[in-house]
């Protein structure tokens, strides 16, 4: 899956560049400082979680490639995740008929006793792939509407304990994630800064993102440079956990 993603990313985003006349390609990077948002303690399969609902920093990264041939969609491109850590205590002899089936595991060591409790951390990594036309466009206005899709992959580790051998499996979920996008952007009075707000809204409606900024352009470097700072709110994309905080980063247009 990882090797058709990248070849589908790396054709589409060669096919636009061919078919434009003029390009203009955007990147940028930063750290999304998330809090998980779930029950302090829950149980499910036979299993008890307590978070700790910290707050953990993530880097995220974009890129994206506008031309103006109207027909070929432009192209954007996304990477961020989500991280949730705590413990766990119960049965995870059973974690085929869990909400992990789709990891095809081999049952391994029985872990239920009263008195040990594991460490255990998920990460949700999502890989956005969005192609999206830009409907306005003008000096005060911007605003972009797309169809994407999103593929997770969850890192899903448990700690070992005197009882319990641990447990750790990273993989990619086989099931991309369909979601509509709208992205709009605008010119404040003050020259340099500028807002902007998106969202991507999973169809059928398991999930959400929304994330809204302000950039500061620095207009007198080569290339613009754009410092944002914004906020991001993630409902959740299948089983994955709810997740808001502010994010920062630095963006670059050639």
């Known amino acids: ?10 054709g589409t985003v060669l096919v636009t560049i061919a078919s434009a006349d003029l390009v203009q390609m955007k990147m940028g990077a930063g750290a999304w400082m998330s809090s998980p948002s779930i029950n302090p303690s829950y ?24 031309h ?3 027909i070929v969609p ?9 991280e949730q850590q705590g413990k766990v205590q119960g049965d995870f002899d059973s974690i085929k008929t869990s ?20 460490n255990i951390k998920s990460i ?16 005060a206005w911007m605003i972009d509407v797309g169809l994407g899709i999103r593929l997770l992959k969850h890192t899903y580790t448990v700690s070992a304990t005197k009882n319990f051998p641990g447990y750790s ?3 990619l979920l086989d099931t991309p994630f369909p979601f509509l996008y709208v992205r709009s952007r605008a010119q404040t009075v003050i ?64």
């Open 1 to 10: 899956m990882k090797k058709l993603l990248s070849i589908i990313v790396f």
């Open 43 to 66: 149980t499910e399969e036979e299993r008890t979680y307590t978070s700790n609902e910290t707050a953990y920093i993530q880097g995220y990264a974009w890129m994206s490639v506008k």
């Open 68 to 70: 103006w041939v109207h």
């Open 74 to 82: 432009n192209i954007r491109i996304e990477y961020t995740a989500t």
């Open 99 to 118: 909400d992990f089936a789709h990891y095809k595991t081999s049952k391994f060591a029985h872990f239920n006793t009263t008195s040990d409790l594991a």
């Open 124 to 139: 949700i990594t999502h890989y956005d792939f969005i192609p999206y036309y830009t409907i306005l466009d003008n000096n």
């Open 169 to 171: 499996e990273e993989k």
């Open 191 to 254: 020259k340099n800064i500028v807002v902007e707000t998106d969202a991507k809204l999973a169809i059928p409606p398991l999930g959400f993102d929304i994330r809204a900024k302000v950039d500061y352009i620095l207009a007198s470097i080569p290339n613009k440079p754009t410092i944002e700072v914004g906020y991001r709110v993630q409902g959740a994309f299948s089983h994955v956990i709810n997740a808001s905080g502010v994010y920062a980063g630095l963006n670059l247009r050639f």
